[in-house]
């Protein structure tokens, strides 16, 4: 395997030499107008449907959370950063899986070796959108290039687009060789992955949708050898999923009134200060499970709320999430005698966190790995003395300032 270094001096000298060739231009593969647009596609798109598939909700109080023996849980987060240049824009992407502990058990692109798990047929983890940029064969199997991006939200769809596809590929090689070995030795193993289990959105949008159906055919994947796959969702501001349940309508409106435009956070908040839940204080909020379907994929979420504090609903601190999981899923998980809302507290609150162990420590080794890239990719280029975009020179200014340099 190429050391990644390598691979960004390559990176560094292709974008030296464009410079010097750039009136012939390269041919590539495809534009981004080619990865987001899929014309076979049927204008008459299916709307999200959501019914009920557990009615109560629940209160659970954290210190009756038993402990799960024999208990691994991997967490998988990726991470993409962009340099923009006059000739291209380069995204460079990392995805990381941690263990219980936290423990690093595969990174990639990695800095470093060995690690518990060695990448055997990595996804590309730079995309370069230029019609410039040369690239040598040797790193063909590592870089995805497209064609010039036209403005700044082009860039956030290929970053976005960089990330979902490492992650695909994190869930269906990592995870399923780290899965039959722990599975193998006893284990009880359970995969998080940072948000939603696959997005219910954008089926014209190919850059999303096909990525999902992928998303969708490698959890089946997983789940056929009895690997459990559980999203977890920190971002639910905007969310709207109680509101779309006609079954909940009724008893919302008995606890707080009114709830229409409301989000699902606010919703919340409202009924555990109702007095349809006088005795919430301290205690962990689990929402009823809704059934989510759309343009033939379906998943479960539900909404756990993990107080501060036991005396009090301070919810500038305490963590909201939403779990996501297929119905196999959680079959699987039930026939071991586990539910979700147990798997996410045993590798948090269990653990003295008011979040998901596995999942923090993906977060912060994905972005500190992209983070490094970048540099390295920056340092590089001006030691070509070629030019960067106005925002990239910024933001490396301030990261010399940081550092003292």
């Not at 030296?16 to 008459?44: F, G, H, W």
Request: with cysteine; charged share 25%; hydrophobic share 35%.
């Amino acid at each position: 395997m190429i050391e990644t270094p390598y691979i960004i001096s390559i990176v560094s000298k292709s974008i030296a030499n464009s410079y010097k060739t750039s009136n012939a231009r390269v041919t590539i593969p495809l534009t981004l107008k080619d990865l987001i647009t899929n014309y076979e596609l049927s204008s008459d798109e299916e709307e999200i449907r959501a019914d009920l598939y557990e009615v109560s909700p629940r209160l659970i109080n954290p210190k009756r959370i038993s402990l799960i023996k024999d208990f691994f849980p991997i967490g998988i987060d990726t991470s993409s950063r962009a340099v923009i240049t006059p000739t291209g824009d380069i995204i460079l992407s990392a995805v990381s899986i941690s263990g219980q502990g936290p423990v690093e058990l595969c990174d990639w692109p990695y800095l470093y070796t060995p690690m518990p798990y060695m990448p055997k047929n990595p996804a590309p983890f730079i995309y370069i959108a230029s019609s410039n940029i040369e690239l040598p064969s040797e790193v063909g199997g590592l870089i995805y290039r497209t064609g010039f991006l036209s403005d700044v939200d082009d860039v956030s769809r290929l970053m976005d687009y960089a990330r979902l596809r490492l992650e695909s590929w994190g869930l269906l090689e990592p995870s399923m060789a780290l899965g039959k070995y722990y599975l193998g030795i006893g284990k009880k193993f359970v995969v998080f992955v940072d948000g939603p289990i696959y997005l219910l959105e954008g089926k014209r949008d190919d850059m999303r949708y096909s990525l999902m159906e992928q998303r969708a055919e490698a959890i089946k994947t997983l789940e056929n050898v009895g690997i459990p796959v559980i999203g977890i969702v920190k971002r639910v501001e905007r969310s709207r999923l109680l509101s779309m349940v006609s079954e909940l309508r009724n008893s919302i409106e008995n606890c707080i009134g009114n709830y229409q435009g409301f989000n699902d956070s606010l919703i919340i908040q409202k009924l555990l200060y109702s007095s349809c839940f006088e005795e919430s204080y301290g205690k962990i909020y689990v929402s009823p499970k809704i059934r989510l379907k759309y343009n033939g994929l379906e998943k479960i979420a539900e909404y756990i709320l993990i107080p501060s504090s036991g005396y009090k609903h301070n919810f500038s601190q305490s963590r909201l999430f939403r779990l996501e999981y297929t119905e196999r899923s959680y079959n699987i998980l039930k026939e071991s005698g586990m539910d979700p809302i147990q798997l996410l507290a045993n590798d948090s609150i269990v653990r003295q966190s008011l979040e998901p162990l596995t999942i923090a420590q993906s977060d912060r080794r994905s972005k500190m790995i992209t983070q490094a890239l970048k540099e390295l990719l920056v340092y590089y280029i001006m030691r070509y003395e070629l030019p960067l975009s106005y925002d990239t020179l910024r933001e490396a200014e301030l990261q010399w300032l940081k550092k003292g340099t």
